[in-house]
């Protein structure tokens, strides 16, 4: 492909990739279908149609895609990976399992395949196994927020208390909108009025780009904390509003059959 056609595919091919990222998943699945037949060997096309029926929870379809993709280039580590979580998906982590470690052979430094197998271990509960892909993940991209938190709640199940709030930390510096881990960090500690992780709470309660789960963690731990020190008031009002909220979107995603 010479270098004008490369970039009119490389174009297209990120315009039909913000759709998937969109969920207009029947979008991105019909713009790359139709790309394909002027670009038939592009890759990331039979990728992004992979990875919109995955999103579809049409997962064997979604494999078959990701398959063509690695009868091009089969060392397409991205398609591995993406069949392992296929694999994952449907319940089967055996399967899973084997994607990952090829992925893993195909490209050593690709960090999401070291995390997913780890994810794997650690439902398995091998404790060593998971910790040691996690860290082998975290070396290569520090950037995983979803890892740093896995591994957080890895050692909080081993009850080492301290690496628990050391990762659970480290996964909010990366996403502060990871509330779950501010959750999960209140379990772990004795507030006093003056402590910075619920002047932080507090602060973040205020972001207008919180949605409806992140703040009904933030209301629990926010009534954990005032708990903590005895404004039982406080604590009660924000224990109330999480358990209102919580109970708005379990109504809100009711199905009524008539």
């Given at each position: 492909?010479?270098?004008?056609?490369?970039n009119?595919?490389?174009?297209?091919?990120?315009?039909?990739?913000?759709y998937?990222?969109?969920?207009?998943?029947?979008?991105a699945?019909a713009?790359?279908?139709?790309?394909?037949?002027?670009?038939?060997?592009?890759?990331?096309?039979?990728?992004?149609i992979?990875?919109?029926?995955?999103?579809?929870k049409?997962?064997?379809?979604?494999?078959?895609?990701?398959?063509?993709?690695?009868?091009?280039?089969?060392?397409?580590?991205?398609a591995?990976?993406?069949?392992?979580l296929?694999?994952r998906?449907?319940?089967?982590?055996?399967e899973?399992?084997?994607?990952f470690?090829?992925?893993?052979?195909?490209?050593?430094?690709?960090?999401?395949?070291?995390?997913?197998?780890?994810?794997?271990?650690?439902?398995?509960?091998?404790?060593?196994?998971?910790?040691?892909?996690?860290?082998?993940a975290?070396?290569?991209?520090n950037?995983l927020?979803l890892?740093?938190y896995?591994?957080?709640?890895?050692?909080?199940?081993?009850?080492?208390?301290?690496?628990?709030?050391?990762?659970?930390?480290?996964?909010?510096?990366?996403n502060?909108?990871?509330?779950?881990?501010d959750?999960?960090?209140?379990?772990?500690?004795?507030?006093n009025?003056?402590?910075?992780?619920?002047?932080?709470?507090?602060?973040?309660?205020s972001?207008?780009?919180?949605?409806?789960?992140?703040?009904i963690q933030?209301?629990?731990?926010?009534?954990?904390?005032?708990?903590d020190?005895?404004?039982?008031?406080?604590?009660?009002?924000?224990?109330?509003?999480?358990?209102?909220?919580?109970?708005?979107?379990?109504?809100?995603?009711?199905?009524?059959?008539?």
């Amino acid at each position: 492909m010479d270098k004008k056609l490369k970039n009119e595919a490389e174009t297209k091919a990120q315009i039909i990739m913000n759709y998937y990222q969109s969920k207009s998943y029947d979008l991105a699945i019909a713009n790359a279908k139709k790309l394909l037949k002027k670009f038939p060997n592009y890759v990331s096309l039979f990728n992004i149609i992979g990875l919109s029926l995955q999103a579809k929870k049409e997962f064997n379809e979604a494999i078959n895609y990701f398959h063509k993709a690695l009868q091009i280039n089969p060392n397409y580590f991205l398609a591995l990976n993406n069949i392992g979580l296929s694999y994952r998906l449907m319940g089967n982590d055996e399967e899973a399992q084997i994607y990952f470690e090829k992925a893993i052979e195909r490209s050593p430094k690709f960090a999401t395949a070291f995390s997913n197998l780890a994810n794997i271990k650690k439902d398995l509960n091998l404790i060593n196994e998971a910790i040691k892909l996690y860290e082998k993940a975290l070396e290569l991209d520090n950037n995983l927020f979803l890892t740093h938190y896995n591994l957080a709640l890895i050692y909080q199940s081993i009850g080492n208390t301290a690496k628990a709030k050391k990762y659970f930390f480290s996964s909010l510096k990366i996403n502060p909108n990871l509330t779950i881990a501010d959750k999960q960090i209140s379990l772990s500690i004795k507030y006093n009025e003056n402590d910075p992780h619920l002047k932080e709470m507090k602060e973040k309660l205020s972001n207008n780009k919180l949605n409806e789960d992140q703040k009904i963690q933030l209301y629990f731990a926010l009534g954990k904390a005032y708990e903590d020190f005895k404004n039982y008031k406080i604590s009660s009002e924000y224990l109330i509003k999480g358990n209102f909220l919580k109970s708005f979107i379990i109504k809100k995603n009711l199905i009524v059959i008539k």
